[in-house]
C-alpha cells in the first residue's frame, strides 16, 4: 500500500502538510541549525503535543542548557501546557555522565530510561555535542543509537549544532530518517528564518525553504506559501 505508514504529528504549525502529515513511526529526525534558530522550542512542541494526546515524551539534555533552564525558557510560551512536565513530558539530564560514561554506558542508560518511561518522543538536545566525548566512536555510537531508538519504536528528534561553513553536522544526517534544517538569512535588511526539509525517509516531502516566525502566543510556526 502507498501510505499506510504510522506517522507522528510535529506539533508544528505548517510542517505536517509539509510531510505528508508527521514524522514516519519509528524514526530519527535531525533538526539542525546555528545557534538560536529554534531547535529547542521545535523539539519542545513535539513532546507537548504529544503530551496533548497522552503519549509520553522523553527529553534528554546534554551539555548546552541544563533541563531547568529550558523549562524555565519555554515557561514564557503560552501555548505549552506546564503541568505535562514531570508526567507526560520528563527532563533527563546526562550532560554529567558523558564526561566519564563510554558509548555503552550511555546506550545503556538512554536504553534504560525509554524503557522506564516508555516513550514514544524521544528528544537529545542536542546530540552534536557528544561528538567531543567519543572522537571515533561517535559514528558507530550514532549508528548504534538510531538503531535503539527505532527498536523502541519511537520518534526521536536528535538536534544538531551547525558550526559557520557548515550545513549540516553530516554524521548525524546520514544514520538518521529525517533532516530538517533551520537557517537565518538576510533579506531586505532584516533577518529572517527559515525551514527546509532535506529528506524524510518514505515520504514525498515537499522540499525548498518555508518562512518561520517564533512568537510567544504560538511559539514556532511555519507560515504556508512563503518562500
Ligand atoms: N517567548 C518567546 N517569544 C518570542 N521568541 C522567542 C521566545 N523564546 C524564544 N524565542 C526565539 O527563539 C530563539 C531561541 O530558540 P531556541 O532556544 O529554541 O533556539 P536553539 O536553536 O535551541 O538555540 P541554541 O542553539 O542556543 O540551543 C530566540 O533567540 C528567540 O528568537
Ligand atoms: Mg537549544
Given at each position: 500500500?502507498?501510505?499506510?505508514?504510522?506517522?507522528?504529528?510535529?506539533?508544528?504549525?505548517?510542517?505536517?502538510?509539509?510531510?505528508?502529515?508527521?514524522?514516519?513511526?519509528?524514526?530519527?529526525?535531525?533538526?539542525?541549525?546555528?545557534?538560536?534558530?529554534?531547535?529547542?522550542?521545535?523539539?519542545?512542541?513535539?513532546?507537548?503535543?504529544?503530551?496533548?494526546?497522552?503519549?509520553?515524551?522523553?527529553?534528554?539534555?546534554?551539555?548546552?542548557?541544563?533541563?531547568?533552564?529550558?523549562?524555565?525558557?519555554?515557561?514564557?510560551?503560552?501555548?505549552?501546557?506546564?503541568?505535562?512536565?514531570?508526567?507526560?513530558?520528563?527532563?533527563?539530564?546526562?550532560?554529567?555522565?558523558?564526561?566519564?560514561?563510554?558509548?555503552?554506558?550511555?546506550?545503556?542508560?538512554?536504553?534504560?530510561?525509554?524503557?522506564?518511561?516508555?516513550?514514544?518522543?524521544?528528544?537529545?538536545?542536542?546530540?552534536?555535542?557528544?561528538?567531543?566525548?567519543?572522537?571515533?566512536?561517535?559514528?558507530?555510537?550514532?549508528?548504534?543509537?538510531?538503531?535503539?531508538?527505532?527498536?523502541?519504536?519511537?520518534?526521536?528528534?536528535?538536534?544538531?549544532?551547525?558550526?559557520?561553513?557548515?550545513?549540516y553536522p553530516s554524521e548525524v544526517a546520514y544514520a538518521s530518517d529525517g533532516v530538517v534544517l533551520l537557517t537565518y538569512e538576510e533579506v531586505?535588511?532584516?533577518?529572517?528564518?527559515?525551514?527546509?526539509?532535506?529528506?524524510?525517509?518514505?515520504?514525498?516531502?515537499?522540499?525548498?525553504?518555508?518562512?518561520?516566525?517564533?512568537?510567544k502566543e504560538d511559539g514556532f510556526v511555519v507560515l504556508s506559501g512563503t518562500f
Amino acid at each position: 500500500m502507498a501510505d499506510e505508514m504510522e506517522r507522528l504529528c510535529s506539533g508544528v504549525d505548517g510542517v505536517d502538510e509539509l510531510i505528508e502529515g508527521g514524522y514516519p513511526y519509528p524514526s530519527v529526525i535531525l533538526v539542525a541549525g546555528p545557534a538560536g534558530t529554534g531547535k529547542t522550542t521545535f523539539t519542545q512542541q513535539f513532546l507537548f503535543a504529544g503530551a496533548e494526546m497522552g503519549e509520553i515524551g522523553l527529553y534528554f539534555t546534554t551539555l548546552s542548557e541544563p533541563p531547568q533552564w529550558v523549562m524555565h525558557y519555554m515557561s514564557n510560551f503560552k501555548h505549552l501546557n506546564k503541568s505535562h512536565i514531570g508526567k507526560n513530558v520528563i527532563f533527563c539530564d546526562i550532560g554529567q555522565m558523558l564526561r566519564k560514561a563510554s558509548p555503552e554506558e550511555i546506550l545503556a542508560f538512554i536504553d534504560e530510561e525509554v524503557a522506564r518511561t516508555m516513550a514514544q518522543r524521544v528528544v537529545i538536545d542536542p546530540i552534536t555535542v557528544i561528538k567531543e566525548f567519543l572522537g571515533n566512536d561517535y559514528r558507530p555510537f550514532l549508528f548504534d543509537l538510531v538503531n535503539h531508538l527505532k527498536n523502541w519504536r519511537a520518534v526521536s528528534i536528535l538536534t544538531g549544532e551547525v558550526e559557520p561553513n557548515q550545513l549540516y553536522p553530516s554524521e548525524v544526517a546520514y544514520a538518521s530518517d529525517g533532516v530538517v534544517l533551520l537557517t537565518y538569512e538576510e533579506v531586505e535588511g532584516a533577518r529572517r528564518k527559515y525551514m527546509e526539509v532535506l529528506k524524510m525517509r518514505g515520504t514525498n516531502h515537499r522540499t525548498g525553504k518555508q518562512s518561520f516566525v517564533i512568537t510567544k502566543e504560538d511559539g514556532f510556526v511555519v507560515l504556508s506559501g512563503t518562500f
